[in-house]
């Protein structure tokens, strides 16, 4: 499946149960960061990573998981870079958002709505299409929203 099938698969998902969140299960070395085998050494891997993510960020919707085989030494330092840079991560490895239901068991397999991971086809060149995509389809596939105010058009085009 395609980031973009991915994408608008969550939000056509969310909108037709009224869920008012999107979950991105982040992977880390490949995708968001270079793999540098260093801890606590941290860099983006591509130019156009950091304003995505910025921008995806700002949506009400976006609840960003980092999905990544850190130490536990690591998590701290991750969790920082991400802040810094003003992206907010709501679980590193979990969903503390989603509680297990009668149909799902969320203890070993935390609920996410798409993977973002070099592993499983992602291109990280792509980050400025995932953007746009993710601008068409939460217009096609409107969420509740809940809590935060919606972004400007204007801020998210000058957040890239």
Same mark, same amino acid.
């Given at each position: 499946m &395609?980031?973009?099938?991915?994408?608008?698969r969550a939000y056509s998902v969310s909108n037709h149960r009224g869920w008012p969140r999107v979950y991105w299960a982040l992977d880390l070395h490949?995708?968001?960061?270079? &793999?540098?085998y260093s801890t606590k050494a941290y860099e983006w891997l591509t130019p156009d990573c950091l304003p995505v993510l910025k921008a995806? &960020?700002?949506?009400?919707?976006?609840?960003?998981?980092?999905?990544? &085989?850190?130490h536990q030494a690591d998590k701290e330092g991750?969790?920082?870079?991400?802040?810094?840079a003003g992206?907010?991560?709501v679980g590193i490895n979990t969903n503390p958002l989603e509680a297990s239901t009668e149909t799902g068991c969320f203890d070993e397999?935390?609920?996410?709505?798409?993977?973002?991971?070099?592993?499983?086809?992602f291109d990280p060149s792509s980050w400025p299409e995932v953007l746009a995509q993710v601008l068409e389809y939460r217009?096609?596939?409107p969420l509740p929203l809940e809590g935060k105010p919606e972004p400007e058009p204007a801020e998210l085009a000058a957040a890239c």
């Open positions: &395609s980031i973009e099938r991915a994408i608008e490949g995708t968001c960061l270079k &793999s540098n995806l &960020s700002e949506l009400p919707e976006t609840n960003f998981i980092i999905w990544s &085989s850190l991750v969790a920082a870079f991400f802040a810094e992206i907010k991560i397999k935390f609920y996410l709505s798409l993977i973002v991971d070099d592993k499983a086809g217009t096609r596939f």
